[in-house]
């Protein structure tokens, strides 16, 4: 049984910074995909950053390379999602999510991944 576990959601003004945490059960943190996934009310679920736990290679969406910064510390089971520079539109629940395996350049697709946290929200205002 895998258990995700979300925090550090909370609300900022655009360009200040926030750091999501997210507490991983399971009997072994190794040869899995861990990622970041937003979704806003409306719209379709999106992905914002993975990494697969064994090669540390990060995978970002466009829309934050250069402002989010995915990491892990294996050891505790946790992954990590800094995020700066905030704007408006990155306004939406994150979850965290495992995957078993992903097809080569589907890393941040929703679909992939088969274990989901409860979600944390983050709101940024103008």
């Known amino acids: 049984q895998v258990q995700l576990v979300e925090s550090g959601g909370g609300s900022v003004q655009a360009g200040g910074s926030l750091r999501l945490s997210c507490a991983v059960s399971?009997?072994?943190?190794?040869?899995?995909?861990v990622g970041w996934f937003r979704q806003a009310p409306g719209k379709e679920r999106e992905g914002v950053a993975a990494?697969?736990?064994?090669?540390?290679?990060?995978y970002y969406a466009d829309s934050v390379k250069g402002r989010f910064t995915i990491s892990q510390d294996n050891a505790k089971d946790m992954l990590y999602l800094q995020m700066n520079s905030l704007k408006p539109e990155d306004t939406a629940m994150y979850y965290c999510?495992?995957?078993?395996?992903?097809?080569?350049?589907?890393?941040?697709?929703?679909?992939?991944?088969?274990?989901w946290g409860q979600g944390t929200q983050v709101t940024v205002s103008s």
């Open positions: 999510a495992t995957a078993s395996s992903v097809s080569a350049g589907w890393e941040l697709s929703h679909r992939y991944y088969d274990y």
């Open positions: 399971r009997s072994t943190y190794s040869n899995v995909y």
């Open positions: 990494v697969y736990t064994n090669s540390n290679t990060p």
